[in-house]
C-alpha cells in the first residue's frame, strides 16, 4: 500500500479515535449533571418535608443552658415557713397581697433590649412560663403587670385586671401581678432572669434586686442557685425566687394551671 494511502488510514483512525474519546467525555459529563440534578431534587424534598412538618418554616435552635450550680436548701438553715398565697388572680396564679417590689415607669418602651425586641403581636414560636417570687426582708413583693408591655390596656376580669394589649410586645413580658414571665419568642434561645429585669428596668445582682439592696439568696426549682442570679435561666416552669435580707423563706411553691 503506498504510503500517502496509509497515512490516510491512520488519520482517519485517528479522527474516529478522537471523537469517541470526545462522545465519552459528552457521555460522561451527562451522566454526573442527571446525578447532582437528582441530588438537588433529594434535597429540595428532604427540605420540603421538614417544612410541611415544622409549620412552613425553619426554627431557630439554641445551645442547651449551661449546667446550674445548685446547693441543698439544707444549706441555708432554719427558713420561715411561707407565707400564705394570695387571691387567686386572672391566670389562675396567686396574687401576693404586698405592694409592688417597683413599679413600671423604667421599663423599656419598645427599643430592643440585650437582642429582645418589642413586636405588634405577641410571638408564639418559642412560648413558654416561668414564675418568679420575691421577699424583702421576708415580706413578699409584686412582680407587677405590664412588664414588658409598652402602652399596656389593662382588662377588668373578676379575678383582677389583665393585661391584654398594648403598643407593642416584648418576647418577655407579664400579663398580671402573679408572677408568670411570659417567654413568647419567634426564636428560641436561653433568656435569663437579667433579661426580664433589664427589660424592666431594674438592677439585679447579688447585692440588689430592684431598689432593695443587701445580700440577695436565689432559689431555683426548690434548690440554692449559686451565682449571680442575673444568670438564672428562664426555662420552662421554672420557680425562681429572690430573697434579699433575712429572715430567708421556704420556697414559695405554684400550682400551674393546664393553659399556661
Not at 462522545?23 to 417544612?51: C, H
Not at 391566670?91 to 430592643?112: C, D, F, I, Y
Not at 413583693?141 to 376580669?157: D, F, W
Request: charged share 15%; net charge positive.
Amino acid at each position: 500500500m503506498p504510503k500517502s494511502s496509509r497515512d490516510r488510514q491512520q488519520r482517519a483512525r485517528e479522527k474516529i479515535a478522537r471523537q469517541r474519546a470526545e462522545e465519552a467525555r459528552r457521555k460522561r459529563r451527562r451522566l454526573r449533571l442527571a446525578g447532582a440534578g437528582a441530588a438537588v431534587l433529594v434535597i429540595a424534598a428532604a427540605v420540603g418535608i421538614t417544612l410541611a412538618l415544622t409549620g412552613g418554616s425553619p426554627k431557630a435552635t439554641s445551645t442547651p443552658p449551661p449546667k446550674l450550680q445548685l446547693a441543698p436548701l439544707s444549706t441555708l438553715g432554719t427558713l420561715k415557713p411561707a407565707p400564705a398565697p394570695g387571691p387567686l388572680g386572672p391566670e389562675g396564679v396567686p396574687v401576693p397581697a404586698a405592694p409592688a417590689l417597683a413599679s413600671t415607669a423604667t421599663a423599656a418602651t419598645g427599643q430592643p433590649v440585650d437582642g429582645i425586641s418589642c413586636q405588634t403581636s405577641e410571638q408564639t414560636l418559642f412560648h413558654i412560663h416561668a414564675h418568679l417570687t420575691i421577699f424583702v426582708t421576708g415580706s413578699p413583693r409584686q412582680v407587677p403587670a405590664a412588664i414588658g408591655i409598652p402602652g399596656a390596656q389593662p382588662e377588668a376580669t373578676a379575678a383582677g385586671p389583665f393585661i391584654a394589649s398594648g403598643t407593642c410586645f416584648y418576647w418577655l413580658h407579664t400579663h398580671a401581678a402573679d408572677g408568670v414571665i411570659h417567654i413568647e419568642s419567634p426564636v428560641q434561645r436561653t433568656f435569663t432572669l437579667g433579661n426580664f429585669f433589664d427589660i424592666w428596668g431594674q438592677p439585679l445582682g447579688t447585692d440588689r434586686v430592684g431598689p432593695a439592696t443587701g445580700h440577695v439568696v436565689a432559689l431555683y426549682n426548690g434548690q440554692v442557685y449559686q451565682g449571680n442570679p442575673r444568670d438564672i435561666p428562664l426555662t420552662a416552669h421554672a420557680q425562681i425566687q429572690l430573697m434579699v435580707g433575712t429572715p430567708l423563706i421556704a420556697p414559695e411553691q405554684i400550682s400551674w394551671p393546664s393553659d399556661l
